[in-house]
């Protein structure tokens, strides 16, 4: 059944967004859907001017067919999608007040930054000079005016990506566009970009739609996201909110959580997965349980005495350098993933199908309703 | 470079120098020769000879063309009128052709490789069919089309007073019928290569499809219309076949180099000779005009 927003929409009344608005309102207000032979996309995305929302979600989701279809580069076969009270499913690409910025930027390699920014608005009927002359106020905006004459393979990672976003820019879209806006970019460049994105698009009038499968990038970008798994939402709120409350598998590894689902009964939540755990919240009926990799301590034999409480035989399935630490898979009575010091994992022994013991105290663990 | 320099005296960056000073070359040919050789493994036999008997019998003819080429008369033959009416009307007529190859060419190649349409595969062999059929037989089937009394010659007789064979301006169709097929596919082939989402891209930004055509797709395409464009001249300027039979063979009208050499070799072999010269060098020409692109070995 398509009819899944309803519920996790409400899970999340947003402060602007709020209660499905009357058509005429301004924003963004779709239903996107988008079959492609066995893959099916039906999401709802309602957002006011000046929302940044992230799509996130792991690959083959539909994030970029859902950005594709608001573009306008792909069909929708049913759904609406109204941009300041206009319907605009009908209309092609080219008369949508709708801007993109590509991941690989696309950049016209024959135009310099400037005409490539200058395109747009000469595409929207202004005349040749006064197209330059905004192209080059939008690219001094993004302090590139010493490379306004430059070809787009003579810029950086970084030069590119503002060239692309001003060019997005320059025609004044209602909506903007930006899929995988830095995942071109090295590690470096993308800490600077980013933050100078982040700038641009809190200055930025109207809505604009971003789509990622970094949490991070997500996170810093946006005020809202919508986690998009197999077509659909599966989760949609704040970044911080999302943070807290993980409400699949897929989140929770994205914000570096161990998650569980199972059904509470005063401070203990009885897992799907069989065992129970010990929370501190008081909860009754369906349930997340939530504790950070970091909480995990592991012993060879089993821990007595001590304040942990929750106590699982497990066993080791692979380990791998995480930072400064090492972050171990365990398989057994729970699956889980458990943070420890290089020196612990050495004391330990640690190696694959190696037998653990693994705790973890209820006060930090995190049950919430499902 | 600069890394180079800057690191203490490593054997391999002096290497280059004391070799170049040894062997007398050149220091900048220096790793175009160093080409590593495995050591004591020959080319079979085998496979040697009937390598150089091809290569020779690519060459040899090209060579017996420049042994027995009358260049003592060479500039006097040249400089005749025929010469001259042959070589002008054969370039005018292969860039012509070329010229209309273009104007309807890229289209189709855009239309080839940029739209879906049913029977798409078989319009795409019909295109290429001209490059294996006998130019004699698209001669003839030019005349059955646009003949006096072809399918469309007619009509084209009735109501305009136009008549195509045997003219200027039915060499040129006759020769755009064999070139052109060359055109469309190394520009259907050079638009598949490119990304389609620059179109996307100017779509995105405002441009219709025809805008973004005209001021993307063509620019970034370019280098392969500017190589089919070459290909399909030098194909029209040696068409013999469907000319002579489409167009016949009037010196001054429909009288190109080909057919020039052709007649000549019949009474005048010198003539035959220095006009087959002059065809060379254009293709030599043409072959250097393009070494950048086919001759870079991979």
């Known amino acids: 059944?398509?009819?899944?927003?309803?519920?996790?929409?409400?899970?999340?009344?947003?402060?602007?967004?709020?209660?499905?608005?009357?058509?005429?309102?301004?924003?963004?207000?779709?239903?996107?859907?988008?079959?492609?032979?066995?893959?099916?996309?039906?999401?709802?995305?309602?957002?006011?001017?000046?929302?940044?929302?992230?799509?996130?979600?792991p690959n083959g989701a539909g994030k970029t067919t859902a950005l594709r279809a608001l573009a306008g580069l792909a069909p929708l076969t049913a759904g609406h999608l109204r941009l300041d009270g206009a319907e605009l499913r009908r209309t092609p690409p080219e008369s949508r007040p709708v801007g993109v910025v590509f991941q690989d930027y696309l950049l016209f390699p024959h135009l310099t930054a400037l005409d490539n920014v200058a395109f747009g608005p000469r595409c929207r009927g202004a005349g040749k000079a006064q197209a330059r002359a905004l192209a080059a106020?939008?690219?001094?905006?993004?302090?590139?005016?010493?490379?306004?004459?430059?070809?787009?393979?003579?810029?950086?990672?970084?030069?590119?990506?503002?060239?692309?976003?001003?060019?997005?820019?320059?025609?004044?879209p209602r909506l903007l566009l930006l899929d995988e806006p830095l995942a071109a970019l090295d590690a470096r460049t993308r800490l600077e970009v980013r933050a100078g994105l982040r700038r641009h698009l809190a200055a930025f009038e109207a809505v604009a739609v971003l789509v990622t499968?970094?949490?991070?990038?997500?996170?810093?970008?946006?005020?809202?996201?919508?986690?998009?798994?197999?077509?659909?939402?599966?989760?949609?709120?704040?970044?911080?909110?999302?943070?807290?409350?993980?409400?699949?598998?897929?989140?929770?590894?994205?914000?570096?959580?161990?998650l569980y689902r199972g059904r509470a009964d005063g401070h203990t939540v009885r897992l799907d997965a069989g065992p129970a755990v010990s929370t501190t919240e008081d909860l009754s009926g369906p349930a997340f349980v939530a504790f950070p990799p970091g909480a995990v301590t592991l012993h060879r034999d089993r821990p007595t005495g001590s304040s942990a409480r929750n106590v699982w035989r497990c066993e080791v399935a692979g380990l791998e350098p995480h930072g400064d630490q090492v972050r171990a898979e365990l398989t057994g009575e729970l699956p889980l993933t458990a943070d420890l010091t290089a020196v612990a994992a050495a004391e330990l022994d640690l190696h694959p199908g190696a037998p653990v013991w693994a705790a973890v105290k209820a006060a930090q663990t995190h049950a919430y309703p499902a | 470079m600069t890394g180079r320099?800057?690191?203490?005296?490593?054997?391999?960056?002096?290497?280059?120098?004391?070799?170049?000073?040894?062997?007398?070359?050149?220091?900048a040919k220096a790793p175009r020769t160093a080409r590593p050789r495995t050591p004591g493994r020959g080319v079979p036999l085998l496979l040697l000879a009937p390598a150089l008997l091809g290569l020779a019998f690519l060459l040899v003819p090209l060579l017996a063309l420049l042994l027995r080429a009358p260049w003592r008369s060479l500039p006097e033959q040249l400089t005749s009128p025929e010469v001259w009416q042959a070589l002008r009307l054969s370039l005018v007529c292969a860039t012509a052709a070329t010229a209309l190859s273009l104007v309807i060419g890229v289209p189709l190649a855009w239309l080839l490789a940029r739209t879906e349409f049913p029977g798409r595969g078989l319009v795409r062999a019909l295109v290429t069919l001209?490059?294996?059929?006998?130019?004699?037989?698209?001669?003839?089937?030019?005349?059955?089309?646009?003949?006096?009394?072809?399918?469309?010659?007619?009509?084209?007789?009735?109501?305009?007073?136009?008549?195509?064979?045997?003219?200027?301006?039915?060499?040129?169709?006759?020769?755009?019928?064999?070139?052109?097929p060359f055109l469309v596919i190394s520009v259907e082939g050079t638009l598949r290569a490119a990304d389609p989402r620059y179109e996307e891209a100017a779509a995105t930004l405002g441009a219709s499809r025809f805008t973004a055509f005209r001021r993307v797709t063509l620019p970034l395409v370019a280098p392969g219309i500017a190589a089919g464009a070459v290909l399909a001249w030098a194909r029209a300027l040696g068409e013999f076949g469907a000319t002579i039979t489409f167009a016949g063979n009037f010196p001054g009208r429909t009288q190109t180099m080909p057919l020039a050499v052709y007649l000549a070799l019949q009474n005048d072999p010198a003539a035959a000779i220095a006009l087959s010269l002059v065809l060379l060098a254009v293709s030599v020409a043409v072959l250097a005009g393009l070494r950048d692109r086919w001759m870079r070995t991979v």
């Open chain 1, 1 to 57: 059944m398509p009819e899944t927003t309803p519920e996790d929409l409400g899970k999340n009344p947003g402060k602007r967004s709020g209660p499905a608005p009357a058509p005429a309102a301004e924003g963004l207000d779709a239903r996107l859907v988008v079959d492609r032979g066995a893959f099916r996309l039906d999401i709802a995305l309602t957002a006011a001017p000046g929302d940044v929302v992230a799509l996130l979600g």
């Open chain 1, 137 to 172: 106020e939008w690219l001094d905006r993004m302090g590139l005016a010493e490379h306004a004459g430059a070809k787009p393979r003579r810029l950086s990672g970084g030069q590119a990506q503002r060239v692309a976003l001003a060019r997005a820019l320059a025609t004044r």
């Open chain 1, 213 to 258: 499968h970094d949490p991070l990038d997500a996170m810093v970008l946006a005020d809202r996201l919508i986690v998009v798994e197999q077509g659909r939402i599966v989760q949609e709120g704040t970044p911080s909110d999302i943070a807290r409350h993980p409400r699949t598998e897929y989140v929770a590894q994205l914000v570096g959580l161990n």
């Open chain 2, 5 to 27: 320099h800057g690191t203490p005296p490593d054997p391999g960056a002096l290497a280059p120098p004391s070799d170049g000073g040894r062997n007398g070359t050149p220091t």
């Open chain 2, 130 to 180: 001209p490059l294996v059929l006998p130019p004699v037989v698209g001669g003839v089937a030019l005349l059955l089309a646009l003949g006096r009394n072809g399918v469309v010659g007619q009509w084209l007789d009735a109501w305009f007073g136009i008549t195509l064979p045997f003219t200027t301006a039915g060499v040129v169709l006759a020769e755009t019928f064999v070139a052109m």
